[in-house]
């Protein structure tokens, strides 16, 4: 190869073809021109001569390059896959609410503060985490999900942090836990208002020094990471009951971000249900299917207790069951079958007067027995549907003497003393909001 060796023809393959493994057979080897090799970007480095016998070994090591080749290329595509779909403009809504919401996560995108975000189920706070991560300067390093809520606590402090071997039983090998893995990108703590009081505190270490030590373990490891956490509960609440910590709230909550719930952005339910149906379509090729326009209305006048991923589940199963090339009102769920009622209207004074006490005990009873209705006794998210804690709604309903039996909005005891059935597991005609994507 005049005018070029073969460390500069790798060199220049990389650049040309990052993705494309190269192997370097020389007959000049030695320590200093291998690692100078790896430097420019080969996959591996060989010696000559060798036999028939090294014939094997450098056809494995072919094909394990191709492989590993093959896996940057997705990966690299993957990635751009993942910022295209994260960059703001393809979060789908208009509403003055959302775009709100984006204005700030345009911002806190280009910092690298720690970001609290806060909002009903189901209303897409890891979508945000996610796009806060996409549109940062981390974007091209790892974004670690835990949900903290749907791993017991005893197996919580390893997935965070690693454990060493024989730090527990079980432990039969070293572990690198998601902090680590998180390294240079982006963790985001789901559901961060479970965490058990133990872990809180090693959480406020890791944001205060960026340091923690492995399970068993007493060496201290260091991290470059971006904290990202999510809740749906209302921490102040848990501050108050000694369920949080008041510092590490303080800690999280550098950047608060609010998602508001799909009741709020009623302009974006048609925009995300027809999104959802573009998504469901593409699975039965030319049998498509459309909303009719009642079906819009309805949809856009209802209250969403279980938010976009109600709405997402409710399309995919109209989708699926429908035979129909229009997907009508009759092929809704009773709940969305019912029409709107009418706003609230204060009663008529009779003549002799009226207790206001009374009459504000009564809508306020009534309020919240229709709230149990919609969300089918779920008593979190009833007190989500009418924006009051869940700590306040109960003392309420314990001294107004409410209690929800599941089939009548007329369970009302005068004197708190007949028992009534509290609401089991949620039955219904609308698909559960809770359900894990």
Known sequence: MPGINGLELVRQ????????????????????????????????????????GHLDVVRRLVEQAIEHGRLKSENRLLQGQLQSRYRFENIIGSSSALRSVLETVSKVALTESTVLITGESGTGKELVARAIHFNSKRADKM?????????????????????????FTNAVANREGRFSVAHEGTIFLDEIGDMSSTLQVKLL??????????????????????????????????????????????????????????????????????????IANEGRGNETVEF???????????????????LENLVERLVTLCSAPEIVASDLPKSLQV?????????????QGLSFRDVVDQFESDLILQALEITHGNKNRA????????????????????????????????????????????????????RSH
């Open 13 to 52: 393959i990389h650049e040309f073809a990052p993705d494309l493994p190269c192997i370097v057979i020389t007959g000049f080897g030695s320590p200093e021109s291998s690692v100078e090799a790896l430097k420019a970007g080969a996959y591996w480095y060989l010696e000559k001569p060798f036999d028939q």
């Open 143 to 167: 974004f670690v999900t835990v949900n903290c809520g749907a791993i017991p606590e005893e197996l919580l402090e390893s997935e965070l942090f690693g454990h060493v071997r024989g730090a």
């Open 205 to 278: 270490r890791v944001l205060q020094d960026r340091t923690f030590e492995p399970v068993g373990s007493s060496k201290t490891q260091s991290v470059d990471v971006r904290v990202i956490a999510a809740t749906n509960q209302d921490l102040e609440d848990a501050i108050a009951e000694r369920r949080f910590r008041e510092d590490l709230f303080y800690r999280l909550n550098v950047i608060p971000i609010v998602v508001p719930p799909l009741r709020e952005r009623q302009d974006d339910i048609p925009l995300l249900a027809q999104h959802f149906l573009d």
């Open 292 to 310: 009719s326009d009642e079906v819009i209305e309805r949809m856009t006048s209802f209250g969403w207790p279980g938010n976009v991923r109600e």
């Open 339 to 351: 029409s709107s009622p009418p706003p609230p209207t204060a009663p008529q004074i009779p003549p």
């Open 383 to 434: 007190a989500q549907l009418i924006r009051m804690n869940r700590t306040t709604m109960l003392e309420k309903m314990k001294k107004k003497g409410v209690k929800f039996d599941g089939t009548s909005r007329d369970s009302i005891d005068t004197d708190g003393s007949a028992p009534t059935r509290d609401a089991g597991p949620e039955t219904g005609d609308i698909p559960d909001p809770q």
